[in-house]
């Protein structure tokens, strides 16, 4: 009989409750009580969600993030938080979210780092070691959700980040011997395994994700020491692995001494014949069959044909899964009401991927026959999709076959561009500026609700955002800042609101899932070719030059971008799609330039996230997604300056191909990491210029000028002053006002006094 479990499901809620219940706790709105007791609630839905599994994961719900769960699990807390005073979950948050200064400097809190998940737009808090790190188990908040799920129904399957890959994630801050500090870890797990046992837990699962990477000897040898120690632990232990291939880890990773292995087998399928035939006679295998990333239905015939003969091979032993945490897709397609019903039936989010994932294991244990109904309509939504005429464009997929390298290059070098530009737009040294959103406030969210309802004309929508549109100007020309944004009142999310505007995307109500704390997108549905049939950005754009004589910035989303948060159609290469997206923002970014708009920023927040995780496939996908860029923002003159925007994500090893990209100006994050980034232009010559993000956006803390100008000649040792940029690590739109504008004030003043102490 095949076992069903999950491997994780989202925490946020189907109306974004933990969203809410966390912003009120932060407030003060709420007390511990109420938050503690919203998140029992989200439990306890999602449980019930998942009654139809054999094992339900718990551990899987976070306040924050689950990767700083796991460091409070072992009890290791950055000392600068552990000092301070208040209860647990108080400590807990001023990690993610650092803490205000109070009277004077010396309160307030520097949050932890916070990167990517993997190749995801999940972010993680970067566990903080040391050469003197220690351990100590705390397992009462994990204990008490197990208990939880018994009392829910459910036989419950306790989640926790693996030894090695909790190393793997970490940021020795004295840049000494991550693995080092094994030793003094594993018996920390092995009583958290021991624990759990004695509390009537039968199997754990050890999430080790860092298994589908290269690893070198050391790394290797880690896992085998590791999984050696946990040999005589009392409890089974499912060894995870997702988002990638074991490749050249398959033999390790099968013979590992634990009771289960799981497999990403949407993204391995093709190895998996190997590790049936390396895996040991006495050890499950859980295939992770159903796509926990993307949110297309599955073909559950082609699956059961694939899967008969695996589980008549392994019988008992052979478990199903997504191929990963549910973390990374909506809850429930059943709560969108407006989408459109074609497109609808193609798609499955959480709930209908478990759904799915019921009717693979009643086939393989009790036959077709069993499930015939499910399998019939399944067959033919995926034959509707196949064979709609909505998906292809033919225009559209000649004018992509047709791009050229040249379409890509600027008319000149940049050294020659640079002066034209600063001449152009007569900028002084440390120019300022920002990502370019401004806070998103109630009055701005109301009117957008108001507009989508048809309560509110279009033109008096228009005259609302214009309204908006002043005051963020107005603000910035008191402040002094250099290159003035619009600030985005219009717009709902960086993606999603370009993709509103071109064919070949579908929207959902409620498909949010969580990028970092309470932070949750809307990722568009990117199901056909894609097409700009009008300007978007451009007239709120005029608008706002017409109220300054500054520069003010145009502000788009790149394509790569664009592709890596979009849930992305799977029927053609991600690369082809990427450059229908440059095509159809090229024609934005020119249209912007033909209306007086001289300087032209294009995101590509996401350009890291979207690199494979084994470095043999690196080049393939940069190659491409730099062409993207390039051919989106290089058909310009030399007087306009481009932009782009990078944040939370290391690229010290991908620098060249950002060089490629031949932005005139790149601003990143560098705030959390306190300019460690730059690091790499100690070896590296960057060419142009660079804005390193002075402040933590993310963060209640108000920078002070003296650290923003420390930050500034840190930067200085590596960049030329002349070449170098203040502002922001990010876009403002998640802050307010009275967070906002004290900042940027300190910000302005912190660039004039590098302009004086470098005159």
């Known amino acids: 009989m095949a076992i069903t479990h999950n491997l994780g499901f989202p925490r946020i809620g189907a109306r974004r409750e933990l969203k809410h219940a966390t912003e009120r706790y932060w407030r003060g709105d709420s007390s511990q009580e109420e938050l503690e007791t919203a998140g029992s609630q989200i439990r306890e839905q999602n449980w019930q969600r998942q009654a139809v599994l054999d094992y339900a994961p718990v551990g ?36 993610a979210r650092g803490r205000s200064a109070g009277d004077d400097d010396a309160s307030a809190i520097r949050a932890g780092e916070m990167t990517k998940w993997f190749d995801t737009n999940y972010h993680y808090i970067v566990p903080e070691l040391s050469a003197d ?96 120690h946990f040999a005589d632990t009392s409890a089974r232990l499912m060894v995870t692995a997702y988002f990638g291939k074991l490749a050249d880890n398959i033999q390790m990773a099968a013979n590992l001494p634990v009771a289960g292995l799981h497999v990403d087998a949407i993204k391995g399928r093709d190895e998996v014949s190997k590790i049936v035939a390396a895996l040991p006679a006495d050890k499950v295998l859980s295939l992770g069959i159903i796509d926990g990333r993307n949110v297309w239905k599955a073909d559950l015939a082609g699956l059961l044909d ?50 799915e994932l019921e009717v693979l294991a009643t086939a393989l244990n009790h036959g077709r026959a069993a499930v015939q109904r499910a399998l019939d309509g399944n067959a033919e939504a995926i034959a509707s999709r196949r064979a709609s005429a909505r998906v292809d464009d033919p225009e559209v997929k000649q004018a992509a076959a047709a791009i050229t390298p040249q379409l890509g290059q600027r008319n000149t070098s940049y050294a020659e561009r640079a002066e034209q530009q600063y001449n152009g737009l007569n900028l ?49 020309e008191q402040l002094d800042l250099d290159v003035l944004v619009h600030g985005e009142p219009e717009r709902n999310d960086m993606v999603e609101y370009f993709g509103e505007q071109m064919a070949g995307y579908a929207f959902s109500e409620y498909g949010w899932v969580q990028s970092f704390g309470s932070r949750c997108v809307k990722p568009p549905i990117l199901y056909g070719d894609i097409r700009r049939d009008q300007p978007i950005t451009v007239d709120w754009l005029k608008y706002a030059q017409t109220l300054t004589e500054k520069p003010v910035k145009g502000m788009l989303t790149g394509p790569v971008t664009m592709l890596n948060w979009s849930f992305v159609r799977d029927d053609q290469p991600r690369s082809q799609t990427c450059m229908q997206l440059a095509l159809a923002i090229r024609q934005e970014v020119l249209d912007l330039e033909a209306s007086g708009i001289n300087v032209i920023q294009i995101d590509e927040a996401a350009l ?3 690199l494979p995780l084994r470095r043999s496939q690196w080049q393939e996908y940069l190659d ?20 782009t925007h990078m944040c939370y994500s290391e690229f010290n ?107």
């Open 624 to 643: 491409w997604a730099v062409e993207a860029f390039r051919v989106t923002a290089n058909g310009v003159a030399d007087t306009t300056q481009t932009h």
């Open 306 to 355: 694939w899967l008969e003969p695996i589980a008549k091979q392994l019988g008992d032993r052979l478990w199903l899964a997504p191929s990963c945490s549910m973390l990374h897709v909506p809850i429930d397609l059943a709560s969108e009401k407006n989408l459109d019903p074609e497109i609808k039936n193609w798609l499955a989010f959480g709930v209908q991927k478990l759904g």
């Open 428 to 476: 002084p040294e440390y120019p300022t500026t920002t990502i370019g959103s401004f806070p998103q406030t109630k009055d701005i969210r109301k009117a957008r609700q108001r507009y989508k309802k048809g309560n509110l004309s279009r033109e008096d929508y228009v005259a609302e955002m214009k309204r908006e549109i002043e005051r963020a100007v107005r603000e910035q």
């Open 608 to 610: 890291r996230e979207g």
């Open 133 to 228: 790190s220690t351990f100590s188990l705390d397992a009462d908040r994990l204990l008490s959700q197990v208990e939880e799920a018994r009392k829910s129904g459910v036989t419950p399957k306790p989640i926790v980040v693996g030894p090695v890959t909790y190393l793997w994630l970490s940021k020795a801050e004295d840049e000494s011997d991550r693995l080092a500090l094994l030793d003094r870890l594993l018996p920390v797990y092995h009583e958290l395994f021991e624990t759990l046992a004695a509390n009537g837990v039968d199997w754990v699962q050890v999430d080790e994700p860092a298994l589908v990477y290269d690893l070198d000897v050391d790394w290797k040898k880690a896992f085998e020491t590791a999984y050696g």
């Open 60 to 95: 899987d719900f976070s306040f924050y993030d689950h990767l700083l769960d796991n460091s409070f699990l072992l009890g290791h807390v950055p000392d600068r938080v552990a000092i301070t005073g208040g209860n647990a979950l108080d400590r807990y948050f001023r990690v």
């Open 653 to 759: 090893d991908i620098i060249g191909s950002i060089a490629a990209m031949d932005a005139d100006v790149i601003t990143i994050e560098t705030s959390r990491s306190n300019m460690e980034l730059l690091d790499v232009f100690d070896d590296f010559d960057y060419p142009n210029e660079i804005g390193p993000g002075v402040y933590d956006i993310h963060s209640p803390n108000i920078p002070a000028e003296n650290q923003v100008v420390e930050l500034m000649n840190k930067a200085g040792e590596r960049i030329p002053p002349e070449r170098l940029w203040v502002n922001p690590d990010c876009g403002l739109k998640t802050r307010q006002w009275d967070e906002v504008s004290p900042a940027l004030a300190n910000m302005v003043s912190a660039a004039k006094s590098l302009r004086h102490s470098h005159a």
